[in-house]
């Protein structure tokens, strides 16, 4: 049971402000110190300087990346090629910080998408009053998008160059392709 008045929305600015706040002090002004978090960036560090040929096979001093997958690790070895006039960590972490806000945009649309199907509406009340389809999915979504900031950090750290913060990345974007995929209002990709 869900009102009209109930569901109430936050300002797309205040969503889209609270996640540049999450997410860009996690990546500015900190130093890749954690085990994974400075394992990750030396692979991405030495990738950069490697001929082409070696990225099929990542390696740091010789040896295999504990966490296997291969594209976390092009993508920051990448951005230290092409930001050169930046520092190598803050390069490797540009992409890193991108993921993270395709995690939670993705996420806000997953829930969206979910939240507007027939059998997630709130009941109809006799005189009317209730919560309108789009009103509730867009509280709903921004009711889940802050229960992800908020607990996020507890799960995972996602704020780092890992291979963990891109597969959290992928799994949203998979989670939200799903939603999509159920949603029977869903023509634009990212209305």
């Known amino acids: 049971i869900v009102t009209q008045l109930a569901a109430r929305r936050l300002p797309r600015w205040v969503i889209v402000l609270l996640g540049l706040f999450y997410v860009v002090p996690g990546f500015l002004g900190r130093d890749p110190w954690r085990n994974e978090d400075l394992a990750a960036f030396g692979v991405m560090f030495h990738l950069a300087q490697a001929p082409w040929e070696q990225w099929l096979s990542p390696t740091l001093l010789g040896e295999a990346p504990a966490r296997a997958g291969w594209l976390p690790y092009w993508l920051g070895a990448v951005a230290i090629q092409a930001l050169p006039f930046l520092p190598a960590d803050l390069a490797a972490k540009i992409p890193f910080a991108a993921l993270l806000g395709i995690t939670l945009a993705s ?57 963990d913060a891109a597969r959290l990345a992928f799994t949203a974007m998979g989670f939200h392709a799903g939603a999509r995929c159920l949603s029977p209002h869903a023509r634009h990709p990212w209305k």
């Open 107 to 163: 996420t806000w649309y997953a829930v969206f998408h979910l939240a507007r199907a027939p059998g997630a509406q709130p009941v109809s009340f006799a005189f009317g009053g209730e919560a309108h389809p789009i009103d509730y999915a867009r509280a709903t979504a921004d009711a889940a998008l802050l229960a992800l900031i908020a607990t996020l950090g507890l799960a995972m750290l996602a704020h780092e160059t890992s291979v």
